[in-house]
């Protein structure tokens, strides 16, 4: 059981890392790897970057046309290796990751150990839903349930059913890259993002309706910020990790000096390459 924070804001290597520890590390070991990246739009392996993404505007933050707007100076494309919809990244969003053999992986099992780790942070409302993404319930206080176990990490007192009441917020969205050996579960978790207003503008493109697209489209959702600080959060995390798992753990440091590994640079290289981010698009028409 080891555990991993990388002190790199770098999407490329941070992504880099996480697929060196998947591909690289022992067939029985169970890893905890925590990261956060400076802005950047991470894609899915099987999406279209021109479908999920407003590149029109995107080319006006690179070119400073429109950082004044939204504070953003520089937004990376990352294509990662795993499956799933499209997300923002900030430094108000932290990452999480949990590697494990195949034997100990369900969908669900490592985000309601997150929702644990908010529950004991005093988030109530935090729970995992039918999409295994974790959200936070917006049912009013004055409808507060009392029939509802703590240990449930699918409900809380405040679960509405009533399809008329606030939706949900998303807080944390899942991806997944399932091997033979080994099987990877990371996730977002927003904490503090200052670009929740600003993100949809970069997640609506406007070519989406003129495209006819192979592959997978992201489920917008309406996403909020949890309201913890990192060190609390990761501090609860890697308590619940290690009661998962039964072992205390020590949480190693890693960055830049990866780069010095070959497998670590030549998955970086991939990442940051053009033939990588759009010409592993799947195919479509205009």
């Known amino acids: 059981v080891q555990s991993y924070i990388s002190r790199s804001l770098d999407p490329y290597l941070n992504l880099s890392i996480e697929h060196y520890l998947l591909s690289k590390s022992s067939a029985d070991s169970t890893i905890l790897f925590i990261y956060k990246n400076k802005p950047s739009i991470v894609i899915g392996r099987n999406q279209n970057p021109w479908q999920e993404i407003n590149l029109p505007r995107l080319r006006g933050v690179k070119s400073g046309e429109i950082a004044a707007l939204s504070g953003l100076e520089t937004i990376d494309i990352v294509r990662r290796r795993s499956g799933g919809g499209t997300v923002f990244h900030d430094e108000g969003n932290i990452n999480w990751s949990v590697i494990c053999p195949p034997a100990n992986f369900s969908r669900d099992k490592h985000a309601e150990m997150v929702v644990r780790a908010l529950r004991g942070l005093g988030v109530g409302r935090a729970r995992v839903n039918e999409r295994h993404d974790i959200v936070l319930d917006q049912g009013p206080d004055s409808q507060k349930r009392e029939d509802v176990p703590n240990k449930d990490t699918h409900r809380t007192p405040f679960t509405v059913d009533d399809q008329s009441a606030p939706a949900p917020l998303k807080v944390s969205g899942s991806a997944y890259k ?59 995390v890697e308590t619940q990790f290690e009661k998962m798992y039964g072992e205390k753990t020590q949480m190693t440091e890693c960055g830049d000096e990866l780069l010095e590994e070959p497998f670590v640079k030549k998955g970086y290289e991939e990442l940051k390459s053009l033939d990588w981010i759009y010409g592993q698009t799947p195919q479509f028409t205009i």
């Open 178 to 236: 399932l091997t033979r050996m080994r099987s990877l579960h990371h996730a977002t978790c927003l904490l503090s993002s200052p670009n929740l207003k600003v993100i949809p503008q970069y997640l609506r493109s406007p070519l989406k309706k003129h495209l006819t697209a192979r592959g997978v489209e992201s489920v917008s959702s309406p996403v909020g910020n949890i309201g913890v600080d990192l060190d609390s959060f990761v501090g609860a």
